[in-house]
């Protein structure tokens, strides 16, 4: 079916990013999936960034939501630019969109340290976790905060074209594995990838949200890159109204699940979108309907039930 910007009084409204965004193409895939295997009629709905989605399973505007972690994290529990707690739950978890530095090649930035006396792009207004990971870096490595320009962009063209004429020395890059903007810049030799040590990686991480964890961009995931990267990360959520009817849930999730492949074809990074992965290091709990689905595929056990019963029952006090 060919999605549309306004729903039908009975088709569920999956909520996402900007048309020609990456979460765009991806629930235009899931939303011709379900409706070739499930017969659930859906609407794609290009709601904007990760939080508006959010905010829109709130005032109950979608059903579903593409979103990252963070933001159904922060959303969840209240924090943030949410002032009071959405009511939502997990379907699913799928790939990982790195937060990592990025030098102007040339820079002498080969650490850190080299950011004092810098210009640097640190935060972007639609991703707070990036100044999040921004100040505590500056905390662990006990830089001189007053000694570092630290500037905001809006989106990732703005961002790496500053680094193109050199008003900037670095960037904190939001992006996936094998991303095509990075991957030109690495090759028109714009930029560098900045190497911080894992234990270093780790020090920062400790000050931050569980929902930032620690991945690895592996050598050659860009070609010429010759080593390891460690990265600060966030997951890629399918996220529900918390209300939304359990069978609803349930055939949405079994039919995304048992046809991973076909939703692959539609964009490469589904691939990721796998029960198994769902399953592993979890931070927000999941709806009845997708735990019945686990339930009868045998993944769902006692450990699982508790950690669930414990992400339902804390709540984070600001």
């Not at 100044?131 to 570092?148: A, H, T, V």
């Amino acid at each position: 079916m060919v999605a549309c910007d306004t729903p039908d009084q009975d088709a569920i409204r999956i909520g996402t990013s900007s048309i020609g965004s990456s979460y765009y193409t991806l629930a235009v895939a899931a939303s011709e999936i379900v409706h070739e295997y499930a017969q659930i009629n859906s609407t794609v709905q290009a709601v904007g960034g990760s939080a508006p989605n959010i905010f829109a399973l709130g005032n109950e505007r979608i059903d579903f939501a593409i979103a990252n972690s963070f933001a159904a994290y922060s959303g969840f529990h209240g924090l943030n630019e949410f002032v009071s707690p959405v009511d939502l739950r997990i379907v699913m978890k799928g790939q990982v969109t790195h937060r990592h530095f990025l030098t102007r090649k040339g820079s002498g930035i080969t650490s850190p340290y080299d950011f004092v006396g810098r210009t640097i792009v640190g935060e972007r207004p639609s991703n707070p976790d990036m100044r999040m990971i921004m100040d505590s870096l500056i905390s662990i490595y006990q830089l001189p905060k007053d000694q570092i320009n630290i500037v905001s962009t809006t989106n990732s063209s703005e961002a790496l074209k500053a680094l193109q004429v050199g008003s900037v020395d670095a960037v904190l890059f939001p992006f996936s594995n094998r991303n095509a903007l990075v991957q030109q810049a690495l090759n028109n030799e714009i930029v560098e990838l900045l190497y911080i040590p894992e234990n270093k990686r780790d020090e920062i991480l400790g000050n931050l949200p569980k929902t930032i964890h620690g991945s690895t961009i592996k050598k050659q995931t860009f070609l010429n890159q010759e080593k390891d990267i460690p990265t600060f990360s966030i997951d890629t959520l399918l996220a529900v109204r918390a209300d939304l009817e359990d069978e609803m849930v349930y055939e949405v999730a079994k039919t995304l699940f048992d046809h991973n492949q076909e939703l692959a074809v539609y964009i490469g990074s589904a691939t990721e979108w796998t029960a198994e992965g769902t399953l592993k290091n979890f931070s927000l709990p999941f709806h009845d309907g997708v735990i019945r689905y686990f339930r009868e595929t045998g993944l769902w056990n006692a450990k699982l039930e508790n950690d669930q019963a414990m992400l339902l029952n804390t709540k984070i006090v600001k």
